[in-house]
């Protein structure tokens, strides 16, 4: 029965069906605008017949999330309230017009997602660190995951912080330290470090570590404690925590379990996709799996999920299809996605629920829901749905790679699998041979092009945070993609299975054969030239239009999705020639990096911190430099200088007694000491006052001044964002200077490169 009575094609009746519609041909047609406008409203119409507005509801929710991340001050719950019941009100002033119906809808969703996001803030909000300080902390083991080198990272639930009382003591803590002594989650420990409060993003525009940290309820972290003191098994704090307690313990087990039986790179990228900790996986190997576009299989997703889930499905319908009494009276289908459904939420949780699991689980567990109930799962429906489940549990999840990256390809691949589900079905081949050839045919050519189409929706994202692109990802992902669907994975189910029966060392050693051969293909792939390019970083207006583009360009089914074209050129233009900062300083004044006269990005001090540096220079696609490169950077024990395109220098004053020339000198001046007024007169100056508001800051000279581009608003506040005492309170940074004589140089009395290889361990890290 059709949804449009009297509907022929693309017609005039589906439109007038329309309430606020206007007929297409009802009237002579003047002008171009009321022709486009006309078309428009007619395929509109044919959208709303395939129910795909509603597609919609999440990109719109998630709208209102980035506005809520966006915003410089915190908004106000009332006023997040007040928005939510306006468009409430809208949607019902709007009730009887379709178009404004959906407008209406779509303003509903979006403070919906404002909504959601600031609550999700106030529940996330908790204690923590405003100054680095060494103190004496008991607390319960929460979890342990191991890292290279036999160092384990572990996160505390505090009972104790130095004198602190227990408002201002950090609720959770995390903290790098050595194998020993041994503990499990559930433990009560004690220890003395160093503590500090996480930072927030070291240039602007980049992952902000302290964010994720405050949505995780990390109050701060430690590295190296001494004093590592075990106090025994901590009393239950009731059902669900003593839960929590045994399942970490259960992945603690099962990765050691795992690792070892394989052994070598093998077992730690076997324990990844068995438990999701990917710790201690070796640097060379994840290098080699990026560069071969691999990278993504660490990460417990989708292809993972569905192979788990759909074995377990086939082997219970398969066992009871085995006995004819229970296949012609039972609900074998039924069953048989109950039993897979479990399975998948045990893996889920097993796996550390990442956002790109959770996704592929709702997914999932929605289709097997829909069996249960005889239901069609419609698969743009289903990945709508999960993506708002999603949104509005984590809405902090938006703004990660993650989440963007995992919602891009499965967007694609729907649309993508939608278009070919509309061509006409090939003739049966007329012998079991030709059958058994098309099958393999189709599958090897399914591999490749859900690969391509995956990797071109996610290379925008991946580009973005990951500042490389990867042109042999899709022989990669062609060659590795059926060891990982036809061993790998299956040997996963297998070995859980029997795990309990002491009978999985078989599973693993199938699993280590099948990841040698992944791993073999990786190590072939990152060996080409050229196999993994660096791109500068371009600005989020890319990202979005990017983002725009791509969910127009899938979501709708008409020729009207064509639209979204000219957005993913526009942004392609943008990301093409991005604007490159002249100098990028860190939140702490301590380093910076310059762009020199060649054009090259230096790095000022040799002290500066190697994650940050290589940092800097990958989003400005620069290669890092040797310990024995030569550079016009010179160093002494009150500070550095380097030159700048377009004349004159940059210092760096570390000592007090260096301002007094600096100031005379130096056309930029940068510090993490209080810069003394008189020196604003003849430079532009940073320092602490100007950092504790600003955060990190990129500066790009524009003549006789520099246009600063800061980590975040320096008149705002955010609940992540911490601030100094000696913040100006309008936040306000001088960078305009005055004409300088022209350069000299300090003669250094020691001068030492920096060391960008050197890996400072940092908790709030994040995996890429």
């Known amino acids: 029965m059709e949804r449009w009575p009297g509907r022929r094609g693309r017609g ?84 009887s017009r379709f178009l404004m119906l959906g407008l209406a809808l779509g ?7 404002f909504l959601a996001a600031k609550v999700a803030t106030l529940r996330a909000e908790a204690p923590s660190l405003q100054r680095p300080s060494r103190a004496d902390v008991v607390g319960r083991v929460s979890s342990v995951e191991p890292r290279q080198q036999g160092r384990r990272r572990v996160t505390l639930a505090v009972e104790r912080f130095g004198s602190l009382d227990d408002y201002a003591r950090p609720k959770k803590l995390r903290v790098t330290l050595g194998a020993k002594p041994d503990f499990t989650a559930g433990d009560r420990i004690s220890l003395t470090a160093y503590w500090r409060p996480t930072d927030g993003p070291v240039r602007p525009g980049g992952y902000d570590f302290a964010r994720v940290a405050y949505f995780q309820g990390l109050g701060g972290s430690a590295f190296a404690p001494s004093n590592v003191k075990t106090l025994g098994r901590a009393e239950a704090e009731g059902f669900w925590s003593e839960a929590s307690a045994a399942l970490q313990r259960l992945r603690e087990r099962l990765t050691r379990r795992v690792s070892t039986a394989i052994g070598g790179p093998e077992g730690t ?9 990917q710790g201690p996986i070796p640097q060379a190997t994840e290098d080699e799996l990026r560069a071969a576009g691999l990278s993504h299989i660490l990460s417990i997703s989708g292809l993972h999920m569905a192979l788990i889930a759909g074995t377990l499905f086939w082997l219970a319908r398969a066992a009871l299809a085995l006995f004819p009494a229970a296949a012609l009276r039972w609900p074998v289908k039924g069953i048989s996605a109950a039993i897979a459904l479990a399975g998948a939420t045990f893996y889920l949780a097993l796996s550390g629920a990442e956002v790109a699991t959770q996704r592929s689980y709702i997914m999932i567990a929605i289709a097997f829901l829909a069996i249960l109930v005889g239901r069609p799962a419609l698969a743009p429906r289903n990945f709508a749905l999960a993506g708002l489940i999603v949104l509005a549990l984590t809405p902090d999840a938006l703004l990660g790679p993650s989440f963007q990256m995992s919602f891009a390809a499965v967007a694609a691949l729907v649309a993508w699998f939608e278009t070919r589900r509309e061509r006409p079905p090939a003739p049966p081949a007329e012998t079991r041979t030709g059958r058994l050839w098309r099958y393999v045919a189709t599958a090897a050519v399914l591999a490749v092009v859900t690969t391509l189409i995956a990797g071109l929706a996610t290379a925008p994202f991946a580009a973005y945070h990951f500042h490389r692109v990867t042109p042999f990802a899709l022989a990669g992902n062609a060659l590795a993609t059926p060891l990982l669907s036809l061993v790998v994975m299956p040997s996963v189910v297998g070995g859980l299975l029997f795990a309990p029966l002491g009978l999985d060392g078989p599973w693993w050693d199938l699993m280590g054969l099948g990841l040698k051969g992944v791993l073999a293909v990786a190590r072939m792939v990152a060996s080409w030239p050229g196999s993994e390019r660096s791109v500068p970083a371009f600005g989020e207006g890319a990202l979005i239009l990017f983002a725009g583009g791509l969910a127009w360009l899938c979501l709708w089914r008409t020729a009207l999705r064509w639209a979204g074209a000219p957005a993913l050129g526009a942004a392609l233009a943008l990301a093409a020639f991005p604007a490159r900062p002249d100098i990028v300083i860190d939140a702490s004044g301590r380093s910076l990096a310059a762009r020199g006269p060649d054009g090259r990005l230096l790095l000022v001090n040799e002290k500066a911190s190697s994650f940050a540096a290589r940092v800097w220079l990958a ?16 160093c002494d024990d009150y500070g550095c200088v380097a030159p700048l395109a377009g004349g004159g220098v940059v210092a760096l004053v570390r000592d007090a007694r260096a301002f007094d020339e600096d100031c005379r000198v130096a056309a930029l001046v940068v510090t993490s000491l209080v810069a003394p007024a008189a020196c604003s007169e003849t430079a532009a100056v940073v320092d602490r006052r100007a950092l504790d508001a600003t955060g990190a800051l990129e500066l790009t000279r524009d003549g006789a001044s520099f246009r600063a581009v800061p980590a975040r608003a320096p008149a705002g506040k955010r609940p992540w964002e911490r601030r100094s005492a000696d913040a100006p309170p309008d936040g306000a940074v001088r960078l305009t200077f005055a ?16 060391d960008p290889t050197e890996i400072v361990e940092d908790a709030s890290i994040p995996e890429e």
Do not use: H
Not at 107 to 112: D, N, S
Not at 619 to 634: H, L
Not at 739 to 754: F, S
């Open 107 to 113: 303003v509903a969703a979006a403070t919906g997602g």
């Open 739 to 754: 004409p300088v004589p022209a350069a000299t140089e300090r003669e250094p009395e020691a001068e030492a490169p920096v």
């Open 619 to 634: 989003a400005d696609a620069a290669p890092v430099p040797e310990k024995s490169a030569a550079t016009d950077v010179r």
């Open 269 to 277: 990228v076997a324990a990844a996709l068995v438990t999701g900790v």
């Open 12 to 95: 005039r009746s589906a439109v007038a069906a329309l309430p606020g519609a206007r007929p297409v041909f009802g009237g002579r047609i003047s002008s171009f605008a009321t022709i486009a406008r006309d078309w428009i409203v007619e395929r509109l119409a044919e959208e709303a017949e395939l129910g795909r507005p509603a597609l919609w509801l999440p990109v719109f929710f998630g709208i209102g999330v980035a506005v809520y991340f966006a915003a410089a001050r915190e908004p106000a719950l009332w006023a997040a309230l007040a928005l939510s019941v306006a468009a409430a009100g809208l949607v019902f002033l709007a009730r």
